[in-house]
């Protein structure tokens, strides 16, 4: 059929002349590229034991737990060792997993939508910003419209910042320690999201315990300065773009300002107020 097509606009074109030849010809190859192209939503997990290693259309394990059904059209989940580091290649490890998933399902004329959550959104941060090449994801033939991160751990976790220290590094798996504070905030630029644009949603139904550890509000595995995507660490409650409090004992303190990295925001849906859900619930707010 397409050969048919392509004889008869041909003709024609030598009719018309070189300019009007080109804009056919171009035409007729969008309208052929886009035959069968499909619009993904492409899930990848954080830490966890209960995880799948591979590229596929089924949550092998159970680590979403149905929240996936809160978002409609095709699904993959992308799956590696939970317990390993985000930022390693190779057998089960996120970044070989998040490349052969991305090359898969996001070119050739199909588009996709990234969900991440907590330390998942590490792994797909660290990929945007080093495996493009200093490139953007659409000049590198990637058409990724968007991320959502729910909860993300990009900025590390003081949990395992203290599970470090007073274990003097002896404690924690590989997951463990790339979640360090110090560690992750140095891991990548944060502010080179490849031109796709970062989603944030945090929650801050936080639990006694690891509320002593985490700064400002959290979830009880993250606070909000890493949830919510902002370029310095501090104890932050709101979920904005640009938040200013008072620290320091007064008269000596002063007015400290947190913005957010470039291309990152909070969800639009969200409020300053932020979610009022922990750590696990919030993996059913991808449909934000």
Known sequence: ??????????????????KEMRKMLSLFLVLTLSVGAESYTVFVHGKSSN??????????NGYWGGADSTVTGKKIF????????????????AQTNLSTGLSTYCKTGNTCRIICHSAGCYSVGYWLSTALGGGTASSRGFNITKVTALASAAGGSE????????????????????????TARSAFNQNNTGGVPIFHIAGTKGMA????????????????????????????????????????????????????????????????????????????????
């Open 209 to 288: 315990g690891a509320s002593l550890i985490l700064p400002g509000n959290d979830d009880f595995a993250v606070s909000l300065h890493s949830a919510n995507g902002y370029s310095r660490v501090g104890g932050i409650d709101k979920c904005q773009s640009s938040y200013t409090q008072y620290e320091g004992i007064w008269p000596f303190g002063g007015q400290v300002t947190y913005v957010q990295y470039q291309n990152h925001y909070v969800a639009p849906s969200v409020t300053s107020a932020c979610l009022y859900v922990n750590h696990s619930e919030i993996t059913n707010q991808g449909w934000r």
């Open 1 to 18: 059929m397409y050969r048919f097509s392509l004889s008869i606009i041909t003709n024609r074109l030598e009719k018309r002349g070189e």
């Open 51 to 60: 995880n799948h290693n591979g590229v596929g259309v089924t949550d092998v």
């Open 159 to 182: 949990l395992a910042s203290a599970l470090n220290g007073i274990s003097f590094g002896w404690l924690g798996n590989a997951m463990d320690k790339s979640l360090i504070v110090s």
């Open 78 to 93: 992308i799956g590696y060792d939970g317990t390993s580091d985000p930022r390693t290649y190779g057998a089960a490890r």
